[in-house]
């Protein structure tokens, strides 16, 4: 009984320690599970910061950004992942974020680095590799491969040794055909490290950007940049031969793929011929605001259209994007003493890209291992109504939280103060591509931040003969008004209603000061939105015209990006503004829309250097309220001068009348040099001025003073000759006389002859004296 018992515990006890045992194997098997689990959904946690996303969406565009959600909703629509639709909309709002977090869920593991572009990445390859499984099902279900041939086996040891053997060679030939790919595949993997850290370097410096920060993006194509290109989509013979032999080995080759790397590795990427890439050399070197842009300018100068070409306009965009630096320096700029602006008959609107304010070097045209000379940015102020600073950007949360040079620190005065002694009046250009999300505190927030950077005033110095002046050698100055970029505004038109009321709270805040300040719009629109039968403008028509009640309208200028060629699109946007206004509404739109074009680029036009560049200026004289040009060109960029000249041809104000206007435009040198200076001819003249009446004062009670008057009266007809010259300078020069010069001139004679009339008057009254 006892033994039995005994038999009894021990087989008790074994059967524990197994079961603790399977226990543990259980535990231990899933622990690993649990905490790969936990890793991956802390790794996939970026997904859902909006903040990941802010250096990956620098370097794409809104369609990269559609396919990715069309993609998700691929996914979605496979079972695969569990996850609602997401609206394609070229967002990546909170549902698109959602639906990239399921996704990443599911993976082995989490991307580490670059977690947003390997993510998508590995997004792109599974749907790839979706779309590969079901052509080869539809491939087998329309042709179905052969049976497998049935092999006669015969049992002797002939074949068998036979078979051997072939098997023998056929496994040497295989390792030296691997031994040569390897070969291949090792060269061809040189060239594409190197490559990639050609881009891996640019995708560093677009990194560096600040989130938002979407104008410090443009697009500049140059021969290094179109050299780039032609090699992405066409790489080394041998490069090409070794990518699709590696791809036979992987057995993703088709016959067709095959053919061509049999005769040399052609490519099947379809690439412009030589007169169009020629064409490009049309739009080298010519800077341009937006992918969009760019795009339009390739194919109206070089007819290469991007649906035919998408791969190789690709690499176009890719090679021509430009990132400003992220290390700011001070903005500095000089005027070159090119007077105040002229009296244009039309707007003459500048947009001044920030990233322009720093110094170049330029080689000096001498002996090897000069120094190079510094050149300074130089604008010609004369031929500008108004320069806009371009531009500080509104996130999303409202807040502009990098203000750029638009702080005390940036010398912004010295920059407002050079344009306003031209008479040229400054704006500051904000940039948004969030309004249509605003919900009211958000508006209300970014309402704040446009009118608190307005507010700003910043101190600058004073140069030349006003830095000793007491009390004037330092001051401050504030911007004239506000332009308003607006990004992808024909995308939204449901959300348009927010900028009525972003605009009109803006403006009741403004109008309480004393102070007028402008506020313009800027609207990117291309050429498709144009001809488009939906509306643009009607939406907006209350900022634009005025009520019944005769209350001003809160905009005064509408800017608009127009896309070449502009000989239609200028056309394009005058139609579609006919179309939506009526009568003096119409009128009053259009006197207040300004299209942005370039200035570069002309001395190439097909019908002769600057002639598109004429009917440009001359049908927007005639048809809208005048001209914007994006960027504006420095006094160093070879076409600024042609650019003023023709400028000042077409918008001049013609013939002027009157003696005195009639000599300022025959020594333009004069006003050159005093209107800048007005201010010291002003002071000049009321220090002549406080002279010469004092001195009249005192000698009505001191006969000391008048016996040196008839003694040195040399001296005194100087003395007023050259304040009649200083006043007339003023008068000549000055646009605070600008309306009077002749009145006050003829005046001031009248004044001057009443006076030796009087005094004749009076000695022949009083007779001669004993």
């Not at 394009?572 to 829309?593: C, H, N, P, T, Y």
């Not at 009077?740 to 030796?756: E, I, P, T, W, Y």
């Amino acid at each position: 009984m006892d033994k039995r018992r005994t038999n009894n515990n021990l087989f008790l006890n074994r059967y524990q320690c197994r079961s603790v045992l399977m226990l543990w194997l259980l535990l231990f098997s899933f622990m690993p599970t649990t905490v790969s689990a936990q890793q991956a959904v802390q790794g996939c946690e970026m997904a859902l910061n909006k903040e990941s996303y802010s250096g990956y969406l620098l370097s794409v565009d809104i369609a990269r950004v559609e396919r990715t959600q069309r993609e998700l909703n691929q996914i979605a629509a496979s079972n695969q992942v569990a996850f609602d639709a997401v609206v394609v909309d070229g967002v990546l709002g909170a549902a698109t974020r959602e639906a990239l977090y399921q996704y990443c869920l599911g993976l082995k593991a989490p991307p580490g680095d670059n977690f947003v572009i390997n993510l998508i990445t590995k997004l792109d390859q599974q749907v790839a590799l979706m779309a590969a499984v079901e052509n080869t099902i539809n491939d087998n279900e329309l042709s179905p491969s052969p049976p497998a041939p049935v092999e006669n086996v015969t049992s002797t040891t002939e074949t068998v040794a036979d078979k051997a053997d072939k098997a023998d060679k056929a496994d040497k030939a295989d390792k030296a055909d691997k031994a040569d790919k390897a070969d291949k595949a090792d060269k061809a993997d040189k060239a594409d490290k190197a490559d990639k850290a050609d881009k891996a370097d640019k995708a560093e410096t677009i990194t560096k950007i600040r989130p938002g920060d979407q104008p410090s993006i443009w697009y500049l194509l140059t021969k290094e940049g179109l050299s780039t290109a032609l090699k992405a989509i066409q790489p080394p013979a041998s490069q090409a031969v070794a990518v699709k032999e590696a791809d036979k080995e992987k057995g993703e080759e088709d016959e067709e793929a095959k053919g061509d790397a049999e005769s040399g590795g052609e490519q099947s990427i379809p690439v412009p011929g030589d007169e169009a890439l020629a064409g490009l050399e049309l739009i080298m070197d010519i800077p341009y605001v937006n992918r969009t842009q760019f795009l339009h300018a390739v194919a109206a100068k070089s007819g290469i259209d991007e649906a035919q070409y998408s791969e190789f306009s690709e690499q176009l965009v890719s090679a021509a994007t430009n990132v400003a630096s992220s290390q700011l320096k001070p903005i500095i700029t000089d005027d070159d003493s090119c007077g105040c602006v002229r009296d244009f008959s039309n707007t003459v609107y500048g947009f001044y890209p920030y990233w322009r304010s720093t110094k170049s070097r330029e080689e000096s045209p001498g002996e090897e291992g000069e120094v190079a000379d510094d050149v300074m940015p130089v604008i010609d102020y004369s031929v500008y109504s108004r320069i806009a600073y371009y531009a500080l950007t509104l996130e999303e949360s409202g807040e502009i939280n990098t203000p750029l040079h638009w702080n005390s620190n940036g010398k912004l005065g010295n920059f407002i103060n050079k344009a306003h002694r031209h008479k040229t009046e400054v704006d500051l250009v904000v940039y948004s591509d969030h309004w249509s999300q605003w919900s009211e505190s958000t508006l209300q927030a970014s309402v704040t931040s446009v009118y608190n950077q307005l507010m700003l005033q910043v101190e600058y110095e004073q140069s030349g003969a006003m830095a000793y002046v007491p009390f004037l050698s330092s001051t401050v100055a504030s911007p004239d008004g506000v332009t308003l970029h607006f990004d992808r505004y024909f995308d939204h038109p449901e959300s348009r209603y927010k900028l009525i009321e972003f605009v009109s709270q803006l403006y009741e805040r403004l109008e309480d000061l004393e102070r007028d300040y402008t506020i313009n719009i800027l609207l990117d629109i291309g050429a498709s939105e144009l001809v488009s039968t939906r509306k643009l403008f009607g939406d907006i028509k209350s900022l634009l015209v005025s009520d019944k009640s005769g209350a001003a309208a809160y905009v005064d200028s509408l800017l608009v990006f127009i896309d070449e060629p502009t000989t239609d699109t200028k056309k394009l946007l005058r139609s579609k503004i006919e179309d939506e206004f009526s009568g003096a509404q119409r009128m009053a739109v259009l006197r207040k829309v300004i299209p942005v074009i370039s200035p570069y680029g002309h001395e190439n036009d097909a019908r002769g250097p600057y002639t598109q560049f004429d009917d440009d200026l001359i049908y927007m004289q005639n048809n809208f309220s005048g001209v914007a040009l994006w960027p504006l060109p420095l006094a160093s960029d070879k076409d600024a001068p042609t650019v003023s000249q023709r400028l000042i041809e077409i918008y001049g104000g013609g013939e002027i009348e009157g003696a005195i206007n009639t000599l300022s435009a025959r020594f333009p040198a004069i006003c050159e040099f005093a209107c800048p200076n007005r201010w010291g001819f002003r002071l000049a003249i009321d220090l002549l001025l406080v002279l010469a009446v004092g001195y009249g004062v005192l000698a009505i009670f001191s006969r000391r003073l008048r016996r040196f008057y008839s003694r040195n009266s040399i001296y005194f007809i100087s003395y007023i000759l050259l304040m009649v010259v200083v006043f007339s300078i003023s008068l000549m020069c000055d646009p605070f006389w600008k309306q009077m010069r002749d009145k006050v001139f003829v005046g001031s004679f009248l004044v001057v002859a009443a006076f030796f009339m009087i005094r004749k008057y009076s000695r022949a009254k009083q007779g001669p004296l004993p």
